[in-house]
């Protein structure tokens, strides 16, 4: 790798960034996806769940989650490869900022797909319940007024009576359990599309975290160190950005294909796909002798 000891900056072959082009185009598609599927159908299980809290749809939530999961990763994408920008402009990356939106975008897709890994209507509304609990809860620390507080607490108390709970025996799911138990679902459905075991999957999240907290341990061991005309450079190690941002990536396409599914619309998921991909392959920025054309593309197996 060539760096310039002036600046202290390198640039990045196309092994290198080709995956994170590829995220970044799975990224703008799905979104153009999520936007294509309609309410659930009835007798889909999305459609059966909403029987056990009316006043809070498990599609509605599911959908918020994998909207929020992509608005991180679009807005990494159109840092990272802008729809315009000038011949000479150059796109300077850093650790952090993708390590931090790819944690986001892992995250809030990791609650989707931790409601959608079960076929069991009960237990799929049982998970919903739960995280609309941990969301009215944090709401509950941060109202200021009184009569919020008791407001977000009485619904709360209705909902915990609601699965046979109550508030001493409540626990919210934890960040790192519902990223574990996400990325092992994917993994077991899609074995190509997610490599990393759950050790690896552990550290990629508490890496992205500690980076988004400023921790320096993320950033000692996950950096390389470059030698050019006697000088020692630091630079981030392009292969930790990639593990991260295709981390989020599969989780976040998953979530989005298997809420398809379970919203009773699977048979049109594809094409849907093929209608976002010739929507963003028409705004993406073409190089010379670059087909006019999207690529044939396909989803996989049914979930």
């Known amino acids: 790798m060539d760096v310039d000891p002036d600046t202290g900056r390198a640039a990045l072959t196309r092994d290198e960034t080709e995956p994170w082009v590829q995220v970044a185009l799975s990224a703008r598609v799905m979104q153009a996806t999520l936007r294509q599927i309609p309410v659930p159908t009835p007798g889909s299980l999305l459609d059966a769940a909403r ?20 608005e991180h990763l679009v807005m990494w994408a159109d840092y990272a490869t802008p729809l315009k920008y000038h011949p000479e402009a150059a796109v300077e990356f850093a650790l952090r900022p993708a390590q931090t939106l790819a944690r986001a975008a892992l995250e809030a897709a990791s609650q989707a797909v931790w409601v959608l890994s ?29 009569e919020a507080k008791a407001t ?6 209705d909902a915990l ?6 508030e001493k025996h409540f626990r919210a799911p934890l960040y790192i359990d519902l990223v ?4 092992a679902h994917v993994r077991a459905q899609l074995p190509g599309a997610l490599m ?8 990629l999240w508490r890496a992205s975290a500690g980076s988004a907290h400023g921790k320096k341990w993320p950033a000692s061991e996950l950096t390389m160190i470059i030698e ?14 990639t593990a991260i941002l295709k981390l989020a990536d599969a989780v976040m396409t998953y979530g989005v294909m298997r809420f398809a599914d379970f919203s009773g619309h699977y048979e049109h ?31 996989g197996r049914r979930l």
């Open 118 to 146: 079960t076929a069991d209507v009960r237990e799929a509304s049982r998970r919903h319940v739960s995280l609309v609990l941990a969301d009215w809860q944090e709401q509950g620390k941060a109202a200021a007024d009184p």
């Open 51 to 70: 029987a056990f809290f009316p006043s809070e749809p498990a599609a509605d939530w599911c959908r918020s989650f994998l909207a929020a999961a992509l």
């Open 152 to 157: 977000l607490k009485q619904r709360r108390a």
């Open 161 to 166: 009576h609601l699965i046979g709970l109550d």
């Open 196 to 203: 990393q075991d759950d050790r690896a999957v552990e550290r």
């Open 180 to 183: 574990r138990d996400a990325a």
């Open 269 to 299: 998921l594809s094409t849907w796909q093929h209608a976002a991909l010739a929507q963003v392959y028409g705004t993406l920025p073409l190089l010379p002798g670059a087909p006019t054309d999207p690529p044939d593309s396909s989803v």
């Open 228 to 241: 050019a005309e006697g000088h020692h450079i630091t630079m981030p190690d392009p292969a930790a950005i």
